[in-house]
């Protein structure tokens, strides 16, 4: 598979990639921009170019059958999304839980254009206490652009300002909702 997916990714579709993913075993992965369903399938071929296990997670009822095996085999975990239910604990209690967990998210938390980014995933990487990976899919350019690891500071604003700038000029699938 990772053969084939080198091929499809170099070969076919003609992308580059900039950066290598961390050899971490903890991170939260931000992936942006999230503009259409093309991204997941994207983030599927590069994750098995890089060979390495990226999680994600996903409403409880996803995992139920006939199909919630196929959301565990891919690396999704199942959450409580329901308005009672705190999120970032129940994120961070499965990092705490696991020898191994790479958690991709979208900030901007839809596919359609946002003024702002959900700020979610900077609570989980601050409270589980791991680094943030960005990760831009630039359909501009045609690559997948991954930085080094991040680690949040008592500053947020300043944090998610690096974040962003990180993301300038990229360019999502539909680029009128980057």
């Not at 971490?24 to 259409?36: E, F, G, Q, R, W």
């Not at 254009?113 to 045609?142: C, L, R």
Request: glycine letters at 6%; charged letters at 30%.
């Amino acid at each position: 598979m990772h053969k084939l997916a080198k091929f499809i990714y170099f070969k076919i579709l003609k992308w580059q990639l900039v950066g290598t993913f961390p050899d971490l075993d903890k991170c939260v992965v931000i992936v942006a921009p999230h503009t259409s369903w093309v991204d997941f399938f994207l983030g599927l071929l590069v994750r098995r170019i890089f060979n390495e296990e990226i999680n994600y997670i996903g409403k409880d009822s996803l995992y139920r059958p006939p199909f919630g095996w196929y959301f565990r085999w891919m690396g999704g975990t199942p959450i409580d999304r329901s308005k009672s239910q705190n999120k970032v604990a129940a994120t961070v209690k499965i990092f705490n839980e696991r020898k191994r967990f790479r958690l991709a998210l979208a900030p901007e938390g839809t596919r359609k254009k946002v003024s702002e980014w959900k700020t979610g995933f900077y609570y989980i990487a601050k409270s589980a206490k791991v680094p943030i990976v960005m990760v831009a899919f630039d359909f501009g350019k045609k690559q997948v652009k991954v930085s080094e690891p991040q680690t949040t500071t008592e500053n947020m604003e300043a944090d998610l300002k690096k974040y962003k700038e990180f993301y300038k000029d990229v360019v999502g699938k539909i680029p009128e909702y980057s």
